[in-house]
Nanobody, 114 residues
């Protein structure tokens, strides 16, 4: 079983920065991709950014140039700069393996005040 533990969320003023971390533990099959999704109140969950095992990244147009995704062996990070109130949401870590999953973290709240 795979467990995902997220950290780094919080309250920040517009224009500020936060760094989210997600660590995967347990019986982890070979990981294909890791990523971050977010869900704002009253909205559907949406992709923020993903990174594959070979380092290929993909991100939503709304965060391009502001958010940077990176990863270690079983960890994934999201550096968020120039935050705006529209970035307020619960951010979820996601791990896709070649054999099982996908797996989701419990979510971490990011609140950006104007």
């Amino acid at each position: 079983q795979v467990q995902l533990v997220e950290s780094g969320g919080g309250l920040v003023q517009a224009g500020g920065s936060l760094r989210l971390s997600c660590a995967a533990s347990g019986s982890i099959p070979r990981i294909n991709a890791m990523g971050w999704y977010r869900q704002a109140p009253g909205k559907q969950r949406e992709l923020v950014a993903t990174i594959t095992s070979d380092g290929t990244t993909n991100s939503a147009d709304s965060v391009k140039g502001r958010f940077t995704i990176s990863r270690g062996k079983n960890t994934v990070y999201l550096q968020m700069d120039s935050l705006t109130p529209e970035d307020t949401a619960v951010y979820y870590c996601n791990v896709a393996t070649y054999q099982t999953g996908p797996y989701w973290g419990q979510g971490t709240q990011v609140t950006v005040s104007s």
